[in-house]
């Protein structure tokens, strides 16, 4: 069974820095592209950022490319969403999500169940 | 970047009777060369994340009840919930993965009449 596990979030003000984590099992890691997704409260899912199995290939939503950056570390499962310049408009849950496939663009059918990132002096 | 535009905002439906949900893409998201189409449709409860119902526009994904059914070509696409259930309330949203970024429509909240 997948499982997804996002940590790191809480409350930082504008301007700070955060880094979430994800951690992966019950499925081949490194197979299978990985993505970032948030919702702010009421609002549409958001895609934010993806990375490729191998990590060598990163997209990124306009709203946060150059501010935030995406790694994954397949040795341990793990992903890393380093979170730099936070502004008001990334508060929201994130959720980590994996891909049906080795790469973006693809469907990304599990999802985690999300953590909570406040921006907020 | 692609847009997605979802009707109605919400909705109510008696129970055991069918939904439609439309979705209209700003451009096409049909792929010439294998004919697919990348949009999928996502279902997501309150305080829950989104849960994938529908991809290639049509195919259900495993688990997924067959009250569930998605339609269309190109830029016009609905998705059918027959027989309402109770455990249907929720809002459904579809997002295109033809390119990134993978934008999702704005939602359409199904509640019961």
């Known amino acids: 069974e997948v499982q997804l596990l996002e940590s790191g979030g809480g409350l930082v003000q504008p301007g700070g820095s955060l880094r979430l984590s994800c951690a992966a099992s019950g499925f081949t890691f490194g197979n299978f592209a990985m993505s970032w997704f948030r919702q702010a409260p009421g609002k549409r899912p958001e895609w934010v950022a993806g990375i490729s199995g191998s990590g060598h290939a990163t997209y990124y939503a306009d709203s946060v490319k150059g501010r935030l950056t995406f790694y994954r570390d397949n040795s341990n499962n793990t992903l890393l969403l380093q979170m730099d310049s936070l502004r008001a408009e990334d508060t929201a849950v994130y959720y980590c999500a994996k891909a049906s496939q080795w790469d973006l663009p693809t469907t990304f059918p599990s999802w985690g169940q999300g953590i909570r990132v406040t921006v907020s002096s | ?113």
């Open chain 2, 1 to 113: 970047d692609i847009v997605l535009t979802q009707s109605p905002e919400s909705l109510a439906v008696s129970l055991g009777e069918r939904a439609t949900i439309n979705c209209r893409s700003s451009r096409s998201l049909l792929y010439t060369p294998n004919n697919k189409n990348y949009l999928t449709w996502f279902q997501q409860r309150p305080g829950q994340p989104p849960k994938l119902l529908i991809y290639w526009a049509s195919t259900r994904e495993s688990g997924v009840p067959d009250r569930f059914s998605g339609s269309g070509s190109g830029t016009d696409f609905s998705l059918t919930i027959s027989n309402l259930q109770a455990e249907d309330v929720a809002v459904y949203y579809c997002q295109q993965y033809y390119t990134t970024p993978l934008n999702f429509g704005g939602g359409t909240r199904l509640e019961i009449k």
